[in-house]
C-alpha cells in the first residue's frame, strides 16, 4: 500500500514536503516516483528514487526546486518542495515500479513501469 500525506495550503514562494508510507509487499519496490496532475493536465512525473541504491532524479522544469528522499528504517518516502509557485498546484501522487504492468513513465534519465499507486495529496500554493 501506498499512503501519501502532507498536503496543503502554501503561500508562493514557501515549502511543503508531502510523505509517501510504503506498506506491505511494496516495500520491495525498484523504484518509488512522485507525480503529480494539476486541472485539465496530464498527470507528470516529478522526481523518483531507485531502492538498491537510493540515486534520485528529477524533472528537468523543476529547476533544482524539489528533492525526494527516503528513510527506509520507516519505509517512507518524502518530496520536499521549495520555492513554490502556483503553477505547482496539483494533486501529488506516489508510485511504485515492482516489475509489474503498468503505466510508463521516464523521470530525468530514468524510465519505470509503475504499477502501484497512491490516492494523492492535494496541494495548493496561493495567497
Known amino acids: 500500500q501506498l499512503e501519501e500525506s502532507g498536503g496543503g495550503l502554501v503561500q508562493p514562494g514557501g515549502s511543503l514536503r508531502v510523505s509517501c508510507s510504503v506498506s506491505?509487499?511494496?516495500?520491495?519496490?525498484?523504484?518509488i516516483g512522485w507525480f503529480r496532475q494539476a486541472p485539465g493536465k496530464e498527470r507528470e512525473g516529478v522526481a523518483c528514487?531507485?531502492?538498491?541504491?537510493?540515486?534520485?532524479y528529477y524533472a528537468d522544469s523543476l529547476q533544482g526546486r524539489f528533492t525526494i528522499s527516503r528513510d527506509n528504517a520507516k519505509n517512507m518516502v518524502y518530496l520536499k518542495m521549495d520555492n513554490l509557485k502556483p503553477e505547482d498546484t496539483a494533486i501529488y501522487y506516489c508510485?511504485?515500479?515492482?516489475?509489474?504492468?503498468?503505466?510508463?513513465?521516464?523521470?530525468?534519465?530514468?524510465?519505470?513501469?509503475?504499477?502501484?499507486w497512491g490516492q494523492g495529496t492535494q496541494v495548493t500554493v496561493s495567497s
Open positions: 508510485a511504485a515500479d515492482l516489475g509489474g504492468p503498468g503505466i510508463l513513465f521516464t523521470i530525468g534519465t530514468l524510465t519505470g513501469i509503475y504499477d502501484q
Open positions: 528514487i531507485r531502492n538498491h541504491d537510493g540515486s534520485t
Open positions: 506491505g509487499f511494496i516495500v520491495n519496490y525498484d523504484i
